[in-house]
């Protein structure tokens, strides 16, 4: 990051055609990359992840999507034209149907019990994330509410499309690298880029180092979400032997 103007104003001069999400995405590094080609994803892909680990990530990313919903809700709300609000009620629907299906589908191979999936203790780093998307809507507006679902949702095109070429034998692993590597989702995120390009470059000073801040807090939390699942299994003593594969296919 040490090489990336601190200032959007300064990155914008040098460049011919500048973005104010290409700007931040270079100064989240190293924590794009890290997260981006974290070991989850490649062992995800791979599909060599142990049901333990994928089994604590679900939990908790279910925990975490019934924020999430909320976050895009109020930026409905704040989204400043009537085709915007419209573009991110198509997606809330996609959040709750086609993934809200997936989740069931997959607690059950994996053995979830309902009590586990409705009401889980939730990790540090989920807890973290869900503070920051409630305080992004709450303190901010439009612009500070896209700064953390654009990368959140970014970061998953990103290392689904780099892993799409794999076919995992277990379902839950197949289809969850195929509901991010599909060209709706990849619409949808070029459109969220498109809003945050535009509200950012717009933005004051001040309130673009507050993006930036939101950003790549947001990035820093993915890593953390990838590690917590390795941790979580560990801490319940759960991590799968080598090979051990116990959910299946459908």
């Known amino acids: 990051m040490s090489d990336v103007p601190a200032s ?4 914008a001069a040098e460049r011919e055609d500048p973005r104010f999400t ?3 995405r ?3 590094e190293p924590a794009w990359t890290e997260a981006t080609g974290h070991r989850f994803a490649r ?3 791979a599909g060599d992840l142990d049901d333990a680990v994928f089994r604590e990530y679900l939990i908790q990313d279910y925990a975490f999507v019934e924020h999430l919903t909320g976050a895009f809700g ?3 709300g704040e989204a400043p034209t009537m085709a915007a609000k419209s573009r991110l009620v ?3 629907a996609v959040l709750t149907d086609d993934e809200d299906d997936y989740f069931e589908r997959s607690f059950d191979a994996l053995g979830v019990p309902d009590s586990a999936s409705a009401a889980p203790e939730r990790t540090p780093s989920t807890e973290a994330f869900v503070d920051l998307l409630e305080r992004a809507a709450r303190e901010g507006g439009y612009a500070e509410t896209l700064a953390v679902l654009t990368p959140a949702e970014w970061v998953y095109l990103e290392w689904a499309t780099a892993v799409a070429g794999e076919s995992p034998e277990r379902f839950y692993l197949r289809e969850w690298i195929d509901l991010h590597a599909v060209e709706s989702f990849a619409s949808f995120v ?7 390009d535009r509200e950012g470059a717009a933005a004051s000073e001040c309130r673009q180092r507050r993006i930036e801040r939101l950003f790549r807090r947001t990035v ?3 890593v953390a979400f990838f590690d917590g699942a390795y941790d979580g299994a560990a801490a319940a003593g759960e991590p799968a032997a080598d090979g051990d594969r116990s959910g299946g296919d459908r």
């Open 8 to 11: 959007y104003a300064a990155y």
């Open 22 to 24: 290409d700007w931040l």
């Open 26 to 28: 270079e100064r989240t």
């Open 43 to 45: 062992e995800l892909g």
């Open 74 to 76: 109020h930026a409905v």
């Open 90 to 92: 198509d997606f809330l």
């Open 190 to 196: 070029g459109w969220l880029r498109e809003e945050l």
């Open 220 to 222: 820093e939390l993915e």
